[in-house]
């Protein structure tokens, strides 16, 4: 069983910043492919970048060159540094811990971005 525990979300001016953090209770974090996934009013959950356990990462076409995704195994945390922020960034953002091509499957409680002048 692991526990996800999302925070850094708030509202931001259009071209700011934010840092989102995702803190995994548990054992075995290392073996974790790690996600964020968001969801705007209206719309359907979607992956915004995930970080296998070897440290590879994937992105979005709209978030690529602005949002950092990185990972500390020693900590149990996953962070997704979000820079250049746009109004379309608004969402609920999702942290995912995924094992075994979904097998083990477990979701933060999510934390509120917003971004707006």
């Known amino acids: 069983q692991v526990t996800l525990v999302e925070s850094g979300g708030g509202l931001v001016q259009p071209g700011g910043s934010l840092r989102l953090s995702c803190a995994a209770s548990?054992?075995?974090?290392?073996?974790?492919?790690m996600a964020w996934f968001r969801q705007a009013p209206g719309k359907q959950r979607e992956l915004v970048a995930s970080?296998?356990?070897?440290?590879?990462?994937n992105y979005i076409d709209s978030v690529k060159g602005r949002f950092t995704l990185s990972r500390d195994n020693a900590k149990n945390t996953v962070s997704l540094q979000m820079n250049s922020l746009k109004p379309e960034d608004t969402a609920v953002y999702y942290c995912?811990?995924?094992?075994?091509?979904?097998?083990?499957?477990?979701w933060g409680q999510g934390t509120q971005v917003t971004v707006s002048s």
């Open positions: 995912n811990a995924k094992y075994g091509g979904g097998v083990l499957n477990y």
């Open positions: 970080i296998t356990s070897s440290g590879y990462t």
């Open positions: 548990g054992s075995r974090f290392s073996l974790y492919t």
